[in-house]
């Protein structure tokens, strides 16, 4: 059964800095692509980031939004992925889910494992 636990989330300053964990089981994330996403309240779910498997080069993508302040990687060792945020703004401010595959890479919402998610909440 797969399992994919994201933690690191919680309250931050306005300009401040967290970093997201997705850690995996029963799945190989080194084999797998992820993405993270997130919803805002009253807002629709939108991919902000995305890794590909390493057999599809580990290609990486951002959404525009986040791009220049997140950066995602991947640790095979421990089986999880990781997005660190910097400068964090109040529109940050949602619950960010990660997802994978094995086969689909991107930031639309077309993978087949999800977590729970995670709240990040910036204050101004």
């Known amino acids: 059964q797969v399992q994919l636990v994201e933690s690191g989330g919680g309250v931050v300053q306005d300009g401040g800095s967290l970093r997201l964990s997705c850690a995996a089981s029963?799945?190989?994330?080194?084999?797998?692509?992820i993405g993270w996403f997130r919803q805002a309240p009253g807002k629709e779910r939108e991919g902000i980031s995305a890794i590909s498997s390493e057999g599809g080069g580990s290609a990486i993508v951002y959404a525009d939004s986040v791009k220049g302040r997140f950066t995602i990687s991947r640790d095979n060792a421990k089986n999880t992925v990781y997005l660190q945020m910097s400068n964090l703004k109040a529109e940050d401010t949602a619950v960010y889910y990660c997802a994978a595959d094995p086969n689909y890479w991107g930031l639309n919402q077309l993978y087949h494992y999800w977590g729970q998610g995670t709240q990040v909440s910036v204050s101004s």
């Open positions: 029963g799945l190989a994330l080194d084999n797998s692509a």
